[in-house]
């Protein structure tokens, strides 16, 4: 069964940046897309950015320029690097895979306010 382990998250102040990482279990991490989502309260889930096995990222506009995702297949291990953080960007963050939802786990909360 996979299952994925959220960390990094935290409170910070506007403008500052914090590292996430994602630790999935499980064998099918190198050929699926991998994706981070989050969800602020009161809102739906979102995802906010993907990486393909090969490396493709996506982002959605609102976190472009300020968030990069990347992964480490050794690790099974996905990164989210968000700079220049925002208090709209105050949510739970979870990860898992865009193209084959599994079980989510418990996230991880990042809190930006002065």
């Known amino acids: 069964q996979v299952q994925f382990v959220e960390s990094g998250g935290g409170l910070v102040q506007p403008g500052g940046s914090l590292r996430l990482s994602c630790a999935a279990s499980?064998?099918?991490?190198?050929?699926?897309?991998m994706g981070w989502y989050r969800q602020a309260p009161g809102n739906k889930r979102e995802l906010v950015a993907s990486i393909s096995p090969g490396g493709t990222t996506y982002y959605v506009d609102s976190v472009k320029g300020r968030f990069a995702m990347s992964r480490d297949s050794a690790k099974n291990t996905v990164y989210l690097q968000m700079n220049n953080l925002k208090p709209e960007d105050t949510a739970v963050y979870y990860c898992?895979?865009?193209?084959?939802?599994?079980?989510w786990g418990q996230g991880t909360q990042v809190t930006v306010s002065l």
């Open positions: 898992n895979y865009p193209n084959y939802l599994r079980s």
């Open positions: 499980g064998s099918i991490f190198r050929a699926y897309t």
